[in-house]
Nanobody, 122 residues
Framework: QAQLVEPGGGLVQAGGSLRLSCAAS????????MGWFRQAPGKEREFVAA????????YYADSVKGRFTISRDNTKNAVYLQMNSLKPEDTAVYYC???????????????WGQGTQVTVSS
């Protein structure tokens, strides 16, 4: 059974950096768009970033553009989210997701990880 696991969350001070990783198992996701979403307390889950199957095309939410970078390594069946210049409003549970598609998309993902907590202190 396909699974996505996101270790690597944690607590960081505002202005700091954190790198999230997502490890896939059970199948290869090299032909899938990979995305990151987040959900803050009391808010709906929102799109953060996505990357095409071959890594050549990326798409970001306006709120993270210029601060976050999504990347992937298909040889490791993994996707990453480098988060720089973190703000308290970035505090949320971050989810990795996969969708069978050619280009990055913000919705209708097929597989989801269990989420990892990221807390940014002011």
């Amino acid at each position: 059974q396909a699974q996505l696991v996101e270790p690597g969350g944690g607590l960081v001070q505002a202005g700091g950096s954190l790198r999230l990783s997502c490890a896939a198992s059970g199948r290869t996701f090299s032909g899938y768009v990979m995305g990151w979403f987040r959900q803050a307390p009391g808010k709906e889950r929102e799109f953060v970033a996505a990357i095409s199957w071959n890594g050549t095309t990326t798409y970001y939410a306006d709120s993270v553009k210029g601060r976050f970078t999504i990347s992937r390594d298909n040889t490791k069946n993994a996707v990453y989210l480098q988060m720089n210049s973190l703000k308290p409003e970035d505090t949320a549970v971050y989810y990795c997701a996969a969708r069978y598609a050619l280009l990055p998309t913000t919705s209708e993902y097929d597989y989801w990880g269990q989420g990892t907590q990221v807390t940014v202190s002011s």
